[in-house]
């Protein structure tokens, strides 16, 4: 059995076929081994269908609120937290708060607002008792330093792409961190593969990212969760261990990160 730690099968990526396009998304993952999904939320827009989703799958879909670092924009930063924080003490059950963090990668221009964004959203999470799922693109050195006034997060770095001495500037700060391994593990030129033995198996957590990031041999294609098992059977060979020692241990990881 896997678990995806990080799907978004409730985008509008998959409304196009019908009401019943996400559903099937999510049989076909349960088809595929796939028994559960973590759904983390993008921005306002997406809380009410992530939720309709979650809601036809209580037993295996659970989900994260937070506000993705594309997302923040100061004129709206105010009200957008205010609604996150509602959420979060309001009665559906969360069990992180994600994605948040920092994202250079499109524009600098946020910079500051993306940083207070964060900022707050790891208060809330310490508040709840909750882990962080850290979307981190260009900006590790901006992530770290917001992480050092909390130093007792639990945090997943989802859709680690980074390198051996980015895991360890990230476990300097957090000495139990965990990283989220999605299709890019499978790209031909991708380096991470090399990276896998310094994370190691123990603070592993597999994902999707669906519906982007699709993994070899579906690349360039819509991802889905039901493809989890490629990136699975990837870290496997990386780290010279049975595609089922894998499932086993990285679901155990997401159970004891998540609470699930
Ligand atoms: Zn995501």
Known sequence: MLTDTHTH????????EGTNGPA????????????????????????????RLAAQFPQNITMAIGLHPTEVNPESLEDDIERIQKELSGETNYV????????????????DAQKQAFD?????AENAGLPVIIHCREALEQTL???????????????????????????????DAYFGINGIV????????EVLPEIGINRILLETDSPYLAPVPKRG????????????????????????????????????????
Not at 98 to 108: F, I, N, P, R
Not at 231 to 251: H, Q
Request: aromatic share 8%; hydrophobic share 40%.
């Open 9 to 16: 099968l409730y985008d509008s990526a998959f409304a196009n």
């Open 24 to 51: 099937d998304a999510v049989r076909r993952a349960l088809n595929a081994g796939v028994d559960r999904l973590v759904f983390p939320n993008v921005d306002l827009t997406t809380i009410e269908p992530m939720k």
């Open 96 to 111: 992180a708060v994600g994605e948040v963090g920092m994202d250079l990668y499109w524009s600098k221009e946020y910079e």
């Open 120 to 124: 707050r959203q790891c208060t809330m």
């Open 145 to 175: 330093e917001v992480l050092k006034s909390h130093p007792n997060a639990r945090v997943v770095f989802h859709s680690f792409g980074g390198s051996v001495e980015d895991v360890r500037k990230i476990r300097a700060l957090i000495p």
């Open 186 to 193: 499978t790209f031909k030129n991708s380096g991470l593969r």
């Open 221 to 260: 294609k819509r991802n889905e969760s039901a493809y989890l098992k490629y990136i699975a059977e990837c870290v496997a060979g990386a780290l010279e261990l049975t595609c089922e020692e894998v499932a086993d241990r990285t679901s155990k990881n997401a159970s004891e990160f998540l609470g699930i």
